[in-house]
């Protein structure tokens, strides 16, 4: 456990530039901490010194109350993580995980035993003996933002694009008493509109069987029915849990009556708070449906798949998205 202080940072480079002048700041134990800004503030500054790439003009990094400053990064026992991965080309995906532990000259039996043991846990172990270039996967969809976006071809497309990302959870498509399609998760029960379903074929046999799917919406495709304007939503019971507001938006996450936790992103004007429990609105229209085996769409209308084009050079480049998985 690690208390920090950065006590009059200054750092000015050799051309006479002064990235950061007399900066001060104390991280407490367990505390999370993000420091915001536009690019070129020095914020990248800040952390390298703080790790140990950069040496501070004057001033003092101190852990738990000791100086390191002098001290080099590697045993500073401190790690960032960039925003775009690196990894050093020529080492297999087990040796990358592993080479902290090398540096600090753990047992090497330690260092598998550890390695298959964050493998296992995100699932990577066929890959780990692979390198990076190796990793690029294979072509799930091609289409454009838009058409990505609206008929993702299967769950992981999903739920990769969008910010926050689609909701993603379980529920059995079945028939209600008089007939009607309906889909039920938890002590929800949502009944579809007319052209709701467009007549897919592996839609209606999901419901005829009543089988369980994976479930999809976006967070802005879920409102606040207290203050939404669509005539065609229907309405689940949910708990919130969390508010954030963002000025434009409010995002708020809740529990529906059933295990999984869903985010919506309310208008700005919505009045929810923590801990009460509201009606949520959502347009059936919006929501799509996949295989809980495979992850694939039920929807096969419009559908941007690859039988659609024979290579990327049948859709112009500027319209072109591409997805790809391990």
Known sequence: MTF?????????????????????????DGEVLVLVGPSGCEKSTVLQMLAG??????GDVLFNGENVVDVD??????????????LYPHMTVRENLGFGLVLHHVDKHEIARRVNEIAELLDITPILDRKPKQL????????TPKELYDNPANSFVAGFLGSPARNLFDGVLMRDETGSPLLRFGSNRITFESGD??????????IESGELVQVGIRPEHIEDNR??????????????????QLGSEVVAHFVPSTSDKLIASFDARSAVVE???MDAAITTSRLHFFDKATGISLRST???????????SDVPISAISLLTGV
């Open 227 to 244: 203050i939404a304007c669509a005539s065609q939503q229907k309405v689940m019971s949910v708990s919130v849990q969390l508010v954030e």
């Open 275 to 277: 801990g009460e429990t």
């Open 136 to 143: 690029s996967g294979k072509l799930i969809q091609i289409g």
């Open 73 to 86: 990064s590697q045993h500073r026992d401190i790690g960032m993580v960039f925003q775009s991965y690196a």
């Open 197 to 206: 379903l467009g007549g897919e074929p592996r839609l209606i046999a999901a």
């Open 4 to 28: 920090v202080d950065l006590l009059h940072l200054t750092k000015k480079f050799d051309n006479g530039f002064v990235a950061v002048d007399d900066f001060s700041l104390s991280i407490r």
């Open 53 to 58: 790439l950069e040496k501070p003009t004057s």
């Open 302 to 312: 419009g559908l941007p798949g690859l039988s659609r084009v024979k290579s990327t």
